[in-house]
């Protein structure tokens, strides 16, 4: 298991942008592929992005998001990015990094194993 701290959140207006990070415990972090997944009042949790393990040669980012939200990785620094620009009203939610289980890279909840406490993204008009 990894432990997993967000930071990075806060109110922006539409059309800024913030960026997230997600600070990992232990010495392995570079072995898991990492996740951004959101959650909105009333809604369930979904998937935002997912970088590959080692050096994150591999991502992908929910339809929703693509274009303006760029996740990334420094392994030096035990640290998962997300990058969000023009962003929108419908943006706002808790953002919760995660750690994958296993070696695979799948985009759903139960795929991952580990997960922060959330940081709170709140987007005005």
């Known amino acids: 298991q990894v432990q997993l701290v967000e930071s990075g959140g806060g109110l922006v207006q539409a059309g800024g942008s913030l960026r997230l990070s997600c600070l990992a415990s232990g010495r392995t972090f570079s072995s898991y592929a990492m996740g951004w997944f959101r959650q909105a009042p009333g809604k369930e949790r979904e998937f935002v992005a997912i970088?590959?393990?080692?050096?994150?040669?591999?991502?992908s980012t929910a339809a929703s998001v693509r274009g303006r939200f760029t996740i990334s990785r420094d392994n030096a620094k035990n640290t998962v990015y997300l990058q969000m620009n023009s962003l929108k009203p419908e943006d706002t939610a808790v953002y919760y990094c995660?750690?994958?289980?296993?070696?695979?890279?799948?985009?759903?909840?139960?795929?991952?194993?580990?997960w922060g406490q959330g940081t709170q993204v709140t987007v005005s008009s």
């Open positions: 970088i590959s393990s080692g050096s994150g040669g591999w991502t």
């Open positions: 995660a750690a994958q289980r296993g070696y695979g890279l799948g985009t759903r909840s139960v795929d991952f194993g580990s």
